[in-house]
């Protein structure tokens, strides 16, 4: 599915039934993860990307050629249209740009971005703290509140995989926290959920990689090109040390932790 033109996608295949998309450097400097996961009964696509331009990224083919892809390997899936769900890691523009492009296909919903959207569509009964359900078909997806980053922010966990979808709430980047207490309070939370899940947590993936492969160096925003790129995969245990940085720090707008993994910035 890669292609051949310059802002083709890259896409790889996790497992079977799921897909991790990057939206390429050429087309937008924050070369956002996008996620794709396929249930018996719908699939989950996690953020749309940075850009509402087929021609520059081009999304619903992608989406539409990795769907078709899949339905070929499982034709036990009777439902016509496929449905396809999208939603977001949270509500910045670099993440839902390519909603406009989803919107008009069959059989698609797009989840709205607003904090009362998100909890109305999956349903939390107190936000954030409540961890709630999302079934695919045979594939359960937690879906657990993550404000601080961004007030709609939801971490996401497929029992299947093992992964934490963490978008921009920890990654191999700079952690922007908008508010300090609900940043730490969603930190606390994901630790508690690691700590005691409904299946292993084996690992987190976000939704960019700013830190390059010597500890504690970032590409600065705005780079696109970025040679020694840090891996993606963040183990659980980096939660701790997501919290302990939190710990030192007080609040003060532009302050930073530097960490070998990641940088946290305040940026209220």
Known sequence: MSGQGVNDPVVVWLDADTVQVRQPKTSHWEAPFLYLLFGRERALLID?????????????ATVEGLIADWLRRNPVVFVRPYPLVVAHSHAHGDHIAGD??????????VVGTSPAEVIGFFGFPTWPDAAVTYDLGRRVIDVIGGPGHEPSAVVFFDRQTGILFTGDTVLPARLYVRDLGQYRATIERLIRFRDDPPAPVRELRGAHIEM???????????????PNEAPLPLRPR???????????LRGTPGERVVTKRFIVVVDC
Do not use: C, K, M, N
């Open 100 to 109: 406009a492009l989803l919107r008009d296909r069959p059989g698609t919903t």
């Open 48 to 60: 749309t990307g940075a850009t509402s331009d087929e021609a520059v990224f081009p999304l619903r």
């Open 238 to 248: 980096i939660l701790d040390r997501v919290l302990a940085a939190l710990g030192e």
């Open 212 to 226: 390059s492969t010597e500890p504690g160096v970032d590409y600065p925003a705005g780079t696109v090109d970025q």
